[in-house]
Structure formats: structure tokens, C-alpha cells
């Protein structure tokens, strides 16, 4: 049998022991009856479980944005580094001119 947290707690509910227990009850369960509920149960579970998907889809989108930030991040470094490369082998090869160290020092 399912035994919810919520069939015994929830909003408005009150909880009564049923004495004696009937011989068929497991020892370790109480025997109650439940009632003045606001809500039923079921009701109660379902809004607990979709907000728990909600905030859990929020979670996984913000992850994914986070991700991206840093991932974007991380690219503009690996383009400052492959643009120095190729400034570094145009010069290596020629194709630019390597600049006068002497035109910074006469300004």
C-alpha cells in the first residue's frame, strides 16, 4: 500500500488513530483515518512533483547558459591565440615586416 507524507500532513488534515488496530494491520504501520482535508492528497502530490520538474528545467537551462558564457569565452581566447599564431608565422615566413623596436623608443 501506498502510505504519502502528504495523505497524513497535509493542509487542514486531521489525523485520527483508529484503536484497536484490526489483526490483518502490519505491526509496524498505524491504522488512521484521515479527514478535513483542504486538498486530497493526490492533488497535493501532483503540484509538489510538477514544481519540482519546473525548478529541475529551469536548472538545466540556466546550466546550458552558463556553459555557453564560458564556452564563448574560452573562443574569443583560442581567437586571440590563432591570430597572434598567424601574425607570428607571417612574420616567421615574411610576410610582415617585424616592427622597429627603435620606432616606439624615438616617439
Not at 10 to 36: F, K, L, Q
Not at 47 to 76: M, N, P, R, W
Not at 91 to 105: H, M, R
Amino acid at each position: 500500500m501506498h502510505r504519502s507524507w502528504w495523505m497524513e500532513n497535509g493542509p487542514g488534515c486531521t489525523v485520527t488513530s483508529v484503536t484497536p488496530a484490526p489483526d490483518w494491520a502490519p505491526e509496524d504501520h498505524r491504522y488512521i483515518t484521515v479527514s478535513g482535508c483542504f486538498l486530497e492528497y493526490q492533488y497535493i502530490e501532483v503540484a509538489h512533483s510538477s514544481l519540482q520538474i519546473f525548478l529541475a528545467l529551469a536548472g538545466f537551462i540556466y546550466a546550458c547558459y552558463v556553459v555557453k558564457c564560458i564556452t564563448e569565452e574560452e573562443d574569443s581566447c583560442l581567437s586571440l591565440n590563432a591570430t597572434l599564431e598567424v601574425i607570428f608565422l607571417g612574420s616567421f615566413l615574411g610576410l610582415f615586416p617585424p616592427a622597429d623596436p627603435t620606432a616606439a623608443i624615438s616617439k
